[in-house]
Every structure is written in C-alpha cells, then in structure tokens.
C-alpha cells in the first residue's frame, strides 16, 4: 500500500518514477513487454528518445522538451533498473559515479585549480583527465574508449580527432580536398568496373574523408547534415505548395517541371535572405 501511495503521489519525485520502473518489470505482477526487455533491445529507444530530445531543443518547443526530457531520463531509469536486477550497477552507483566525474573533471571549479583559463585552455585540461580515465580502464590504444555506438559521422570525427591528438593528421584542408577528390575517382571506378561490395567501400570511404573535411573547417557534420535535410524538406514541401496552385501533385509533374520550381523557390529564399 505504500508503494501504491508512492506510485500516485504527484509530488513523489525521482523515488516515485523509480518505484514505477521498479513494479513495472515486476516478474509477477509487471507489466509482460517491460519484463521482456532487456539492455539490447531497449537501446534503439534509448538512442530515439536523444534525437527528440535534440529536435526539440532545435524548435524551441520548450513544452515538447519538457516531455521528452522525461521521456530521456525513463530510459535512463529502465538501464539502471536492468542494471540493479543483474546485480552490476544501481540507480545511485549510476548517480554517484557521473558526480564523481563530474568534479574530477572539474578541479577549476570544485579544487584549487584557478578558474583564469580559456575554453580551450579547459578542452585541453578535460581531454588529459579524459585520457588518464582511459588509461585507468587499460584502454591503451589511440581509438580505444569511442563508442561503436555512435551516429556514424560522429563517429568518425571522434576517431579522426584521436588520431589527429597523435599526429596522424593532414596539416590542411587543402590535403583533404585532393584526398576527397581522389576518393571520388575510386567510387567512380568501383561503380564501373567493381561489384556492390566495393562500391559500398569505397563510398564509405568517401564519407569518411568529407567526415575530416568537416572536423578541419570546425563543422559539425550531423548538424550540418541535419540543416541540410531541413531545408530539403522545406524547399520540397514549396514545390508541392507550387504544384498544387496548378491543379497538380509530384506523381502529376515530372522533374523538369519540379526542377524549374527549386530553382525558384532557392532563389526566392535567397532574396528574402
């Protein structure tokens, strides 16, 4: 009965949502899907729940945030819930490391280390606590430690900027582009002369580079791959709105036709801009 309590209080806070999580995977009286799951199976959500987080932050939609705030944290109580029920880690374990963490890697702010440094003097700082962590878990090679599990263009800027911390790194962006162009002619080639395979390889290789080319230029290249979609999207659903004052879908029109309205809608964007 007072789990019952705690479960309907409003004002139950962090206790509340975990006892919630808690009788949920219950073997006897929970709930069968969230019994079922397990750390594999709940990543993808986990994952999922990151990206909406980000979509709201770029709208602006701070009640949307709010809820997919929540909708965050829930994951991270589900891990921590799996993870007390095997018997390798607790919600506070899971607290008590990150603000552990968290003042290690701040001795500027929580030690006696002065405060009178850059943002990149504090990059710099944080990169060598990070590396001394690394070295503690017996990560010992370069690339060791960057998460499999990341967007794939992350990914690759994170490896890239570890093997740039050792020097394994063109000096600039020039280099990159004649490595682009080079990896442009071997897709080419793979294309005409080479099965899927390889075509697969070498287009991966290509991203790879255009990857490098970001991290030069200071770019992000998921938040410029996402810039890039929304404005995809916005210039298309125009084309649409333009075919629609003719009578006319996009299965109606063809390419010249659509084609001509880009080019359009792109330079009415412009003008305005």
Not at 14 to 43: N, V, Y
Not at 148 to 162: F, S
Not at 237 to 265: F, H, I, N, Y
Request: hydrophobic share 45%; with cysteine; charged share 30%.
């Amino acid at each position: 009965m007072a789990d019952d309590a705690l479960i309907h209080d409003p004002n139950g806070g962090m206790p509340r949502l975990l006892e919630i999580m808690r009788r949920l995977r219950d073997p006897a009286t929970g709930c069968p899907w969230d019994i079922e799951q397990d750390f594999d199976s709940i990543a993808p959500y986990t994952i999922e729940e990151a990206y909406e987080v980000a979509d709201a932050i770029a709208r602006k939609d701070w009640p949307e945030l709010e809820g997919e705030l929540g909708d965050l944290l829930l994951q991270t109580v589900y891990h921590t819930q799996m993870g007390s029920e095997a018997g390798h880690f607790s919600f506070a374990s899971v607290v008590r490391n990150i603000a552990d963490k968290m003042v290690a890697r701040h001795p500027h702010v929580f030690g006696d280390e002065s405060r009178d440094k850059s943002a990149a003097d504090q990059v710099q700082d944080w990169e060598k606590i990070k590396a001394a962590e690394r070295a503690g878990k017996a990560q010992i090679r370069t690339l060791d430690g960057v998460a499999i599990g990341l967007p794939a263009l992350m990914r690759a800027v994170k490896l890239q900027k570890r093997a740039a911390r050792v020097g394994f790194d063109w000096p600039d962006t020039g280099h990159v582009l004649d490595k682009i162009v080079e990896e442009a002619g071997e897709l080419v080639e793979a294309r005409e002369t080479l099965g899927q395979t390889e075509i697969a390889e070498e287009f991966g290789d290509l991203l790879f580079v255009v990857a490098n080319l970001a991290r030069h230029l200071n770019v992000d290249p998921e938040e410029a791959l996402r810039a890039a979609n929304a404005k995809f999207t916005r210039r298309f659903a125009a084309v649409e709105d333009a075919l629609a004052k003719r009578g006319k879908t996009p299965a109606q029109s063809d390419l010249a036709e659509m084609d001509a309205l880009w080019d359009q809608v792109k330079a009415a964007e412009k003008a305005g801009a």
